[in-house]
């Protein structure tokens, strides 16, 4: 150290936000009943951080940790988020929560019969695809045959409506299937 004349000059260390990845994709669902939505994840945290996750209705507003979801098919949202983590960069995006109809298919009734000269009517259908707890609350089918040879395709008329929903039909996507009724021939005896 006698050999050197040492000048000592103060420096600066920076350290800057960690960054982190979100995984937020658009959640699609298919109508059950039951509210449906998941939680976005974060992951690539440094050290033993641990994220908060908020969700809001408007942009620049995350006012819940309680993850969003939807029930109904006509309920579609836009959801946004905020993710922090101490010594990381905050993060905020949206994502879209949409829900589709279920698919319900009601079958006519099919049958057959021998002519005996009165109107032979029908309003029978079956139902399949509803959510577990849902009925066939309300349903309307109708049509009739007279002739032998005469054909009539049902449904002409359909609803249905649920018990505890009153009117569900927005979250149903319905196929009506056309029963197939046809009269035989009356055999004459002597």
């Given at each position: 150290?006698?050999?050197?004349?040492?000048?000592?000059?103060?420096?600066?260390?920076?350290?800057?936000?960690?960054?982190?990845?979100?995984?937020a994709?658009?959640?699609?669902?298919t109508?059950?009943?039951?509210?449906?939505?998941?939680?976005?994840?974060?992951?690539g945290?440094?050290?033993?951080?641990?994220?908060?996750?908020?969700?809001?209705?408007?942009?620049?507003?995350?006012?819940?940790?309680?993850?969003?979801?939807?029930?109904?098919?006509?309920?579609?949202?836009?959801?946004?988020?905020?993710?922090?983590?101490?010594?990381?960069?905050?993060?905020?995006?949206?994502?879209?929560?949409?829900?589709?109809?279920?698919?319900?298919?009601?079958?006519?009734?099919?049958?057959?019969?021998?002519?005996?000269?009165?109107?032979?009517?029908?309003?029978?259908?079956?139902?399949?695809?509803?959510?577990?707890?849902?009925?066939?609350?309300?349903?309307?089918?109708?049509?009739?045959?007279?002739?032998?040879?005469?054909?009539?395709?049902?449904?002409?008329?359909a609803?249905?409506?649920?018990?505890?929903?009153?009117?569900?039909?927005?979250?149903?996507?319905?196929?009506?299937?056309?029963?197939?009724?046809?009269?035989?021939?009356?055999?004459?005896?002597?």
């Amino acid at each position: 150290t006698s050999n050197y004349n040492i000048t000592y000059k103060s420096g600066t260390l920076t350290v800057t936000n960690a960054s982190f990845t979100v995984s937020a994709p658009n959640q699609t669902y298919t109508y059950t009943g039951s509210a449906q939505g998941a939680a976005i994840t974060v992951s690539g945290l440094k050290g033993s951080q641990t994220a908060t996750i908020k969700y809001g209705t408007t942009s620049g507003t995350y006012d819940t940790t309680t993850i969003p979801k939807i029930t109904n098919a006509n309920e579609d949202k836009i959801v946004y988020w905020q993710v922090t983590a101490p010594n990381h960069t905050t993060q905020a995006g949206f994502y879209k929560l949409l829900m589709s109809q279920r698919s319900v298919t009601v079958t006519a009734f099919s049958g057959s019969s021998v002519y005996d000269g009165n109107v032979i009517t029908f309003n029978r259908a079956t139902l399949s695809g509803m959510v577990s707890g849902h009925t066939l609350n309300s349903f309307t089918c109708t049509g009739s045959i007279t002739n032998v040879g005469s054909v009539d395709n049902i449904p002409s008329d359909a609803k249905i409506v649920d018990a505890d929903l009153n009117d569900v039909t927005a979250n149903y996507a319905i196929t009506y299937v056309n029963g197939l009724i046809t009269i035989t021939q009356r055999p004459i005896t002597f």
